[in-house]
């Protein structure tokens, strides 16, 4: 707390020294001085900018009327060329006609083909034209010989006009070519043109250049008191000419232009500087009369503003998460039980809401706990968004959040909620540059319903939240009666898994896979099931959700493997030496990066062939994190496992992994099957995935056979293998064992059926 002490003296210092006044006003001069010239450099831009426009709209104007007249002149050579044996009486009454409505034209003129001046309106004052030839030069004849010869405008430049005075002629030909019968020529003065053309105020206000070819051919206005700071050029487009507008202002436009503001802001720095450094000087009378007060008042803020640090620091510690900034679980279950205190008294409902992030554990153990880290920060500000005076957020640790609602009306409140915090999740996340999409399972409970207390609601919620994960994650589940039942019976079978594996009671058994080609068994589908000492066999379904979300998968895993290769080297000297072993992986298996090794090491082991056994996984682990999976799955090919991918056809089915991994064997899931004799639908998918499996040199099973119709369709539509209760259940190996060697395991005379 010294520094903005140490500061606050310098301040006090610096304006107690008598030269602060005079330095205040020196640096509002300085102010002033630069506006003032910043001002004028704008002011100078915007007039320049004025200039541009007046240049190109004059050009324009002088584009326009120039072609007006050129049109004119070619309307009456079409005249002429309609009529070729025209009166001469009648073609000076309409050269007249056209001289009266433009009044811009020195004379109208009618030049046979060999370019001499024959007829001309008004004759007046024009006498001296008459027999004149317009070839008067090379460069000349050379115009309008090709203007003869095209039929094209020719327009003379500037030139000296015989009649006297400079001007420009535009020469329309009658007719081309060997049809040629002239030309009709509108003359004009330079000066009548100009003026004529350009706007009149241009005469006041600028001096006009006209360049021709860049060389300077008339100016407009010459002798006006001109600015030579600004000017600004336009070319002018022009038929047959490059012409060129340079204007230049004259001073009373410029002075027009410019704005008062840069004089008027100079003054008005100028006069506040003044009264900050008269203010200054009274501010240095009233400092130097209460500065022992200033000194002691210092201290004493210093040593409050200590003290409140310190217990806001304190507060903020036992209250808030450090890695996400929201509330941490203890603030919020006793907040929690306060407001239910608060909702007893007013008989009032209050949910409660558990947040679980979706694969957020495998996320943080792939990608590293940084990564965690930033994608909770991420969601947490995302949620707190939500915060209000009835709604509570709060970080409950791992991958959970919590959510208190007050004074709910009624169930709609909540859901209402709940549609608010799925739209916190339906943008991807952007984590160490790559976006993530990330999907939350909740679990509500309500109180008074679901709990009296608050450890009763937060239990209920997380019971809720697990069912809620159960039925598919990235959903909600609200408490009801029986959940807690439920959850119990969860819990023990989560405790019993521990024993389950020091115990062995894991055993496998197998469905075989008919080949439809000869009607033979040679490979089955190794599925595990739990001999529970108390509650019997127990189904996958039943324990390896759990096992996946305590992390226990990966052993189980190993432990199939295992028992896979035992089986096997049982067979290798028997009768069913042929067969191979199917076994599934999940995505966390593949994750490890141990796995590729202890399958060689197992295989090496039992002295098991690697092309025994086969790894199969579904379609959506081969997506999920493409290049490892893709080199992962490398590594066991190159050892002779085979590879299958299961349930094809319900997930991200994609043409792209079926050609770049190394994949034996596609299973199509059973939801293909069921009804793949009364489904049109499901006929032409089941046919079209196993042409596209046959064409990448891919073997096909079909799961879920259960009729001879759906085995007849498939065998006709040349599925290779099929599996299914049609063929036979899952049984044990001593069963299969005496199933193969009875033959008993044929399409005739199904096993377990």
């Known amino acids: 707390m010294d520094k903005p002490a140490s500061a606050l003296t310098l301040v006090v210092r610096g304006l107690l020294n008598p030269a602060f006044p005079a330095l205040i006003f020196l640096v509002f001069l300085g102010i002033a001085l630069g506006l003032q010239y910043g001002i004028e450099k704008q002011d100078s831009s915007q007039i320049q900018s004025n200039l541009d426009n007046e240049a190109r709209s004059m050009a324009n104007r002088l584009e326009r009327e120039f072609l007006v007249h050129v049109d004119a002149i070619r309307r009456m050579a079409q005249r002429r060329e309609a009529n070729p044996d025209i009166p001469r009486g009648v073609w000076e009454q309409d050269a007249r006609n056209y001289l009266a409505d433009f009044g811009i034209y020195q004379a109208i003129e009618w030049i046979d083909d060999t370019y001499v001046i024959r007829w001309m309106a008004p004759y007046e004052g024009n006498e001296d034209a008459i027999g004149y030839n317009v070839a008067f030069s090379p460069k000349r004849q050379r115009a309008l010989e090709q203007a003869k010869a ?434 599934n992986l999940s995505g966390r298996e593949l994750d490890d990066e141990g796995i590729v090794e202890h399958i060689r090491e197992t295989l090496e082991y039992h002295g098991v062939p690697a092309d025994r056994l086969e790894v199969e996984l579904t379609e959506e682990i081969f997506i999920q994190n493409i290049e490892h999976n893709l080199n992962q799955l490398s590594k066991l090919h190159k050892l002779g496992v085979h590879l299958a991918i299961d349930d094809f056809g319900v997930g991200y089915s994609s043409l792209g992994y079926l050609r770049d991994f190394p994949v034996d064997l596609l299973k199509i899931d059973r939801s293909f099957i069921t009804d793949v004799t009364e489904r049109h639908d499901d006929a032409v998918i089941t046919r079209a995935v196993i042409n596209l499996a046959h064409n990448l040199g891919i073997q096909v099973v079909a799961e879920g056979v259960e009729t001879r119709d759906q085995l007849n369709f498939l065998k006709n539509h040349r599925c290779d293998l099929i599996q299914g209760y049609f063929i036979s259940r899952p049984i044990p190996a001593a069963e299969l064992e005496r199933a193969l060697g009875s033959g008993l395991l044929n399409v005739d005379t199904p096993v377990g059926t």
């Open 150 to 583: 095209t039929g094209n405008i020719d327009v003379s430049g500037v030139i000296d006009l015989k009649q006297g005075g400079r001007g420009l002629v535009i020469y329309a030909p009658v007719l081309s070519g060997e049809d040629n019968d002239g030309f009709i020529a509108g003359v004009f003065k330079m000066e009548t043109l100009a003026r004529q053309l350009l706007a009149g105020r241009a005469l006041d206000s600028f001096r006009i250049d006209i360049l021709d070819d860049g060389s300077p051919t008339y100016s407009l206005n010459p002798s006006a008191t001109l600015d030579s700071s600004f000017s600004s050029t336009a070319g002018v487009e022009l038929p047959t000419m490059d012409w060129t507008l340079t204007i230049t202002p004259s001073v009373s436009w410029v002075n027009d232009q410019q704005s008062n503001w840069p004089f008027v802001t100079f003054v008005v720095m100028l006069c506040m500087g003044l009264l900050t450094s008269l203010t200054t000087l009274l501010v240095q009378q009233i400092l130097k009369r209460n500065q022992a007060l200033l000194k002691t008042r210092r201290e004493l803020d210093a040593e409050i503003n200590q003290r409140l640090a310190v217990q806001q620091d304190l507060v903020r510690l036992e209250t808030t998460d450090t890695l996400t900034g929201l509330a941490n679980r203890r603030f919020f279950m006793e907040d929690l039980a306060h407001t239910l205190s608060i909702a007893d008294r007013q008989l009032r409902q209050v949910a409660l809401v558990m947040i679980d992030l979706d694969r957020f554990q495998m996320l943080n153990d792939s990608l590293g706990h940084q990564f965690g880290d930033e994608l909770l920060i991420k969601v947490s500000e995302r949620l707190n968004a939500l915060s209000d005076e009835r709604i509570m957020v709060a970080y409950s640790g791992g991958d959970e959040f919590m959510i208190c609602q007050q004074h709910v009306e009624d169930i709609d409140d909540v859901i209402n909620l709940l549609g608010h915090i799925k739209q916190c999740f339906e943008e991807s996340y952007d984590v160490q540059g790559e976006k993530h999409n990330i999907t939350a399972t909740m679990g509500v409970a309500v109180y008074p319903q679901s709990g009296l207390d608050a450890d009763t609601l937060l239990r209920n919620a997380d019971v809720a939240l697990y069912r809620a994960k159960e039925q598919g994650r990235n959903t909600y589940q609200f408490y009801t009666e029986g959940m807690q039942d439920r959850e119990v019976m969860r819990l023990e079978l989560d405790k019993d898994l521990d024993r389950a594996l020091a115990n062995d009671e894991f055993v496998l058994h197998f469905q075989p896979q008919l080949d439809l080609n000869d009607a033979s068994i040679n490979s089955v589908e190794a599925l595990i099931r739990w001999q529970h000492p108390r509650r019997g066999l127990l189904p996958p379904v039943d324990f390896i959700p759990l096992a996946e979300e305590s992390g226990r998968i990966t052993d189980i895993g190993r432990w199939v493997v295992r028992a896979a290769c035992q089986q096997l080297a049982k067979w290798q000297n028997s009768s069913h030496a042929n067969l191979r072993i199917a076994v």
